[in-house]
């Protein structure tokens, strides 16, 4: 009988031992999954989908500056935003995932693209999309800008690989060719309202 009670009880360390090392592989396999999940794959789970609503974020931006809205559209390098009219002109704001400092109100799960030509779609593109339609613009600034106002209306005329040309001209006022151009870098592009 004693012999059976040892057998039995080097059979319960045994199977104890043998959860202990599945539990151990598991929490390691979570944390090896979550290291490679992105900020924007978070973004894309707050995107909602079928059967699930959106979820409005905080976008911080630095400098006292956020951006609260519902993810309409995001890439690798890029978020857009559905915003407050009284923020943006049609309600939406682009935004560089570079300028993003801190985000509020993302959902704990996350959700890969949905192809890979659709993560691909760089800033660059975003912001000539926006050039060629001649889309009049409030570009926010994410050091202060040229004279220190943070801020510029106007319409996007060139993308460069590291820079856009901002023609400036008055909220309101029709984007035309002449005038002030003034040239940003795009690791200071902190967020692009459209103003139609």
């Known amino acids: 009988m004693r012999w059976e009670q040892l057998f039995d009880d080097l059979t319960g360390e045994l199977v104890a031992e043998e959860r202990r090392e599945l539990e151990a592989e598991v929490a390691d396999r979570a944390r090896r999954e979550l290291a490679a999940v992105a900020l924007v794959d978070r973004l894309r789970a707050a995107q909602g989908g079928p059967g699930e609503p959106a979820v409005d974020v905080e976008l911080h931006l630095g400098r006292e500056r956020v951006l609260r809205g519902g993810v309409v559209d995001c890439a690798a390098q890029w978020v857009l935003l559905s915003v407050p009219r009284e923020v943006g002109g049609s309600g939406r704001a682009l935004v560089p995932l570079g300028a993003v400092i801190g985000v509020r109100g993302l959902p704990r799960r996350s959700r890969p ?6 993560d691909r779609r760089s800033l660059g593109s975003a912001l000539r999309a926006l050039a060629v339609a001649r889309c009049p613009v409030q570009v926010l600034l ?10 510029l209306h106007g319409t996007l005329e060139r993308i460069g690989a590291d820079h856009v040309d901002v023609g400036e001209h008055p909220v309101g006022e029709l984007p035309a060719r002449a005038g002030r151009v003034t040239t940003v870098v795009l690791e200071d592009l902190a967020a692009v309202l459209d103003r139609s």
């Open 113 to 118: 693209a949905r192809s890979p030509v659709a």
């Open 142 to 151: 994410r050091r202060g800008g040229v004279e220190g106002a943070g801020l």
